[in-house]
């Protein structure tokens, strides 16, 4: 038996006025950190991050009412975090009147500065080399690396075709093992 509290308990306790708040409570301690390294992972950077995942959780919150279980309740969190992460990376380079690879070097900039990602070399190589993918690579290629998600969970999360995400990994590893390749 899991120590975890499932889904169907969490949503449960949401339905009844009197346990929302605990069943809140519960979302957040088991999904939080799933969701802030997938946002982190995408806009690299720890404040935008974490004021992401405020805005996820709020959305989370707002819409939770109307979750249908027709997809499992992290999935549909993960497309929240996932519209949430392109948005604010779309908004920065319209904003700034910027490419996308204006917006993938600066992003490269706030790596070489993070803590986060400062001990080991060949991790910080592995975040460049990823930043150098357009978005949809890199949303593929962290979910299947990072979050060891099952193509099909993907599918649904980014509402794209299994073999579409196979193909869109491929060609993120390929880019990747180019870049590291030339890096050296």
């Known amino acids: 038996m899991s120590t975890q509290v499932e889904d169907e308990e969490i949503l449960s306790k949401f339905r009844e006025e009197k346990t929302r708040n605990e069943a809140f409570n519960l979302l957040l301690k088991k999904y939080q950190q799933k969701i802030y390294w997938h946002v982190r992972r995408m806009v690299i950077d720890h404040d935008d991050a974490d004021d992401l995942v405020q805005d996820v959780f709020i959305k989370v919150w707002k819409n939770l009412s ?3 279980n027709d997809a499992q309740l992290y999935t549909w969190m993960y497309r929240i975090a996932t519209n949430e992460c392109i948005t604010f990376l779309n908004k920065k380079k ?3 009147n910027i490419s996308l690879d204006d917006v993938n070097h600066e992003l490269a900039n706030t790596l070489e500065g993070s803590s986060y990602f400062n ?3 060949a991790q910080k190589k592995l975040q460049q080399a990823i930043l150098t993918l357009p978005d949809k690579q890199r949303l593929v290629f962290n979910m299947k690396y990072f979050d060891d998600m099952k193509y099909e969970e993907m599918s649904d999360v980014l509402g794209t075709s299994v073999g579409a995400l196979k193909a869109s990994f491929h060609l ?3 880019k990747i093992e180019s870049f590291l390749l030339s890096t050296d």
Do not use: D, H, L, M
């Open 66 to 68: 109307g979750f249908r």
């Open 94 to 96: 319209q904003k700034n």
């Open 172 to 174: 993120a590893v390929k």
């Open 119 to 121: 001990g080991e070399q």
